[in-house]
Structure formats: C-alpha cells, structure tokens
C-alpha cells in the first residue's frame, strides 16, 4: 500500500460524458501528478500540481482539466468524452518536486471505460 | 526531449532461470531511474531506483546499475518464481520544472512453473 488513494476503481460511462477521478496524496507530500495508462501510448504524463497550484503540463487534452485543493486532493476532470478516453488514470504523490526523496508513489489507478 | 526505451516483450522464462530485461534512457542531466512493477489487474508499485551513477538498487532479488558510460539501467533476477509474472516499466525522473516520470513502453513477462 502505497498511503495514496484514489476512487473510484473503476468507472464506465457513455461517450459524450463528464467525470471526475480524485486522488488523495500520501499525509505530508504536496506534489501531485496524473498520468494515463493507454494500449496505443503507455504511461504517460498529463499534469502535475504542487500545493495547489499547476507546475508542469505534459500531454493533457483541453477537454482535461484538474485542480489540487487546500487539502491537497486532487482532482482530474474529464469531459466530452471519447472512446479513446478508456484508460487507466494514475495519480502519484512525492514530498516536493525535485525532492532530494526524488520518488512518486502511486495509487492504485481508476479504470474509466467510455462506451 | 528525454525518452526510455525497454525491450519488447513477452519475455517467458521458466522458473529459476536467469532474468535480463534491457533499458537505455536519454536525458539530459542525470536522472533518477527506476523500475516499476505492475502485477495482474494492480497498480505501479515501485521495484528499485538508482538516483546516481554507478549506484545499485535492488529489491526482492532484482537488481539494476546505472551506468551513465551507457545509459543504460538493466533489470536482471538471478532465478526467477512464477509470482514475478508481471509487466515491467523502466523509468527515469526528469530533472526539469515539469518533475515528471518517463516510462518506457513495459516489458511483460512470463513465468512457467
């Protein structure tokens, strides 16, 4: 168990749709980081927060969005959603960025299926 | 930009034998390397990492060594169980603002008992 949790496991829904995955990070760290597991493109980066504000974009869509909270949960939007969509989200945590812990943890990932 | 490239896989081994996965990186810098483990149906869960050159991490009888010469990080298991049936991701931790993990595509691999 990696202290970092996200819900829900699992999600189908309809092309077209909105949802929302959360993640809450390990106690203490402040970085957060999503990244999207697909069968064409593998693991990879979509956004990362540090106590709640946006640090680094990688190759997240415009219909993605997300945001960290007081908290520091996480939260991605999906909207319009597309077959394409269907993937595995991953969130992970770390203490800071570029943290002399240099390491993410990870929860167990969301699985969305858009049919 | 930083890439990881790993072996294509399957791999199937049979059980006790000699386990090598490749991985060579580019990066600019010196990342932090790691590999990660994703078993059936789970998530990533770290393996070992190697911040430096030359370092070693190991983890469950895994090993790997970062050798800056070749940029590379090798994943090898001296005698491999069926339960080490898994997919395996060999990754580096980029040095820049953006702080993120770059993967490689996963190597999966196959124990017969």
């Known amino acids: ?115 | 930009g930083d890439s990881v490239t790993q072996m294509e896989g399957p791999v199937t081994l049979s059980e006790e034998a000699f386990l090598t996965i490749n991985c060579t990186y580019t990066a600019t810098g010196y990342p932090s390397l790691f590999w990660y483990v994703q078993y059936p149906g789970e998530g990533l869960q770290l393996l070992l990492k190697a911040t430096k050159a030359d370092d070693k991490g190991s983890n469950k009888g895994f090993e790997a060594t970062y050798r800056k010469e070749t940029t590379s990080f090798h994943l090898e298991k001296g005698s491999v169980q069926v339960s080490d049936s898994a997919v395996y991701f060999c990754a580096l931790r980029s040095r820049d603002r953006d702080d993120k993990i770059i993967f490689g595509k996963g190597t999966r691999l196959h124990i017969l008992p």
């Open chain 1, 1 to 115: 168990d990696s202290g970092v949790t996200q819900t829900p496991k699992h999600l189908i829904t309809a092309t077209g749709q909105r949802v929302t995955l959360r993640c809450s990070p390990r106690s203490g760290d402040l970085s957060v980081y999503w990244y999207q597991q697909s069968l064409d493109q593998g693991l990879q980066f979509l956004i990362h927060y540090y106590n709640g504000e946006e640090r680094a974009k990688g190759n997240i869509l415009e219909r993605f969005s997300a945001q960290q909270f007081p908290d520091l949960h996480s939260e991605l939007n999906l909207s319009s959603l597309e077959l394409g969509d269907s993937a595995l989200y991953f969130c992970a945590s770390s203490v800071a960025p570029r943290s002399s812990y240099n390491e993410q943890f990870f929860g167990p990932g969301t699985r969305l299926t858009v049919l």
